[in-house]
């Protein structure tokens, strides 16, 4: 099955300054990556998402990188605010598998954005 | 857009006791529900799927005596935590899946579930 590997566990930065986040993933079928981001006791909230015929994907100050070759996918988030500060997960899954839309997530990666 | 209701958000039983968390589609068909489990500062894991009118599907160490799991309809999936423990006490989430939309993904609010 698949398996996704996320770093770092923690991030502290500063106001202002980028916050980049790393996984990969195992399964060279998956071609749909999710990230999400969730406050404490909340449900995740998807925040962008990039499937595997693009590169690279951009709202705003959040953007998504996929490297399928090396498997494995980063998000960047710019002039990081106060209110970035969350746990952050990213995901990865095949959705035309028969077992359907069965994400698997990294580990998470705890954003602390400091004043 | 589309939403899930999952209640009760909070739940406080005793051991011994069974807890039922209802997630429900409000203005979709969930052909497919996820559950999860999350503990504290970890990651969401998967319990188990479950296609409507269908038996679930567990992944490997989630015992399904256990955690049973109903989806008899396209809008209402029931997780109950029989015979709980406090080793139980979790987060539990729902997330739906809808035919119509292969990228969707649909999570409940949660359940913070305490066993005392």
């Known amino acids: 099955g698949e398996n996704v590997e996320q770093h770092p566990s923690t991030l502290s930065v500063q106001e202002g300054d980028s916050a980049v986040i790393k996984c990969t993933y195992s399964d060279s079928a998956s071609n749909y990556f999710p990230w999400y981001k969730q406050e404490l006791g909340k449900r995740p909230q998807l925040i962008i998402d990039?499937?595997?015929?693009?590169g690279e994907k951009k709202d705003q100050r959040i953007a998504v990188t996929l490297n399928k070759t090396a498997k494995h996918f980063s998000l960047h988030i710019t002039e990081t605010q106060p209110e970035d500060s969350a746990v952050y997960f990213c995901?990865?899954?095949?959705?035309?598998?028969?077992?359907?839309?069965?994400?698997?997530f990294g580990t998470g990666t705890q954003l602390k954005v400091e004043l | 857009g589309a939403v899930v209701s999952q209640h009760p958000s909070r739940v406080i039983c005793k051991s011994g006791t069974s807890v039922k968390i209802e997630c429900r589609s409000l203005?979709?068909?969930?052909?497919?529900m996820f559950w999860y489990r999350q503990f504290p500062k970890k990651s969401l894991m998967l319990m188990a799927t479950?296609?409507?009118?269908?038996?679930?599907?567990?992944e490997q160490g989630v015992e399904k005596d256990k955690f049973l799991i109903n989806h008899a309809s396209l809008t209402l999936s029931t997780l109950t935590v029989t015979s709980a423990h406090p080793e139980d006490s979790s987060f539990y989430i729902c997330s739906a899946g809808d035919r119509g939309r292969v990228y969707g993904y649909t999570f409940g609010s949660g359940t913070r579930l305490t066993v005392v």
């Open positions: 203005d979709f068909q969930a052909t497919t």
């Open positions: 479950s296609n409507e009118g269908s038996k679930a599907t567990y």
């Open positions: 995901a990865a899954t095949d959705p035309f598998t028969g077992g359907g839309n069965k994400l698997t």
């Open positions: 990039i499937r595997s015929n693009v």
